[in-house]
């Protein structure tokens, strides 16, 4: 099955500073998708975005759509420890199946 | 409280044992899926299902089975002929044409 390229794979940042991540594909997708998972939880639904070029905040959290549909970026400006876990990008097709990136695990040092 | 359970959150089997996976969910969704995660690893595809009495196969639905009898309920069988059946499991579901999916808690099932 398709797999998104996400990077990086993991980070390890000091309290306060600015993070940022991305997933590329090589297929167009309708919708990008942010998570983030906490261990032993499912995936909690960060940001939605919809439409190629779309900027999207919530909270500390930013994220767009890329302009080609084949990319999209994550980013967590001043970061705190509760921000510790593991982000995940996803794709939905235009037949309703969704594609995940194998995951950015962030760290957190207080 | 609108969401979607999963139970059990912890499930231990022993080797050879069918077992199904429990999945409700009361968002009026069309449209359910079941992934698998492994540590370290992303989520793949087992089965999904874009309507009642209907059902399709993801990457690697070998070993497993489903059904999808009311809109709110997609149980998942994981069966013998599942070669390593340890894992983390979720459960998710989306308005069909919607781009937004939701996710179970998870039930970690373990087999020895």
């Known amino acids: 099955g398709q797999q998104l390229n996400q990077s990086p794979q993991s980070m390890f940042i000091q309290e306060g500073e600015d993070v940022s991540m991305n997933c590329t594909s090589s297929s167009i997708f309708n919708t990008w998708l942010w998570y983030k998972q906490e261990p032993g939880e499912g995936p909690v639904l960060l940001i939605a975005?919809?439409?190629?070029?779309e900027l999207t905040s919530n909270g500390r959290l930013t994220a767009q759509f890329g302009i080609t549909r084949k990319d999209s970026f994550l980013n967590i400006s001043a970061s705190i420890p509760s921000d510790v876990g593991i982000y995940f990008c996803?794709?939905?097709?235009?037949?309703?199946?969704?594609?995940f990136g194998s995951g950015t695990k962030l760290n957190v040092k207080p | 409280d609108g969401g979607i359970t999963q139970s059990p959150k912890y499930l231990f089997r022993k080797e050879g044992q069918n077992v199904t996976l429990s999945c409700e969910q009361n968002?009026?969704?069309?449209?359910m899926y079941w992934y698998r995660q492994d540590p370290g690893q992303g989520l793949r595809l087992i089965y999904y299902s874009q309507i009642v009495n209907d059902f399709q196969k993801g990457d690697i639905a070998e070993g497993y089975s489903v059904s999808r009898e009311k809109k709110e309920s997609f149980p998942l069988t994981v069966t013998s002929a599942q070669k390593n059946p340890t894992a983390f499991y979720l459960c998710?579901?989306?308005?069909?044409?919607?781009?937004?999916?939701?996710f179970g808690p998870g039930t970690r099932l373990t087999v020895t």
């Open positions: 996803a794709g939905q097709s235009n037949f309703n199946k969704f594609y």
């Open positions: 998710a579901s989306s308005l069909t044409g919607e781009g937004e999916q939701y």
């Open positions: 968002l009026n969704h069309d449209a």
């Open positions: 975005l919809y439409k190629a070029g």
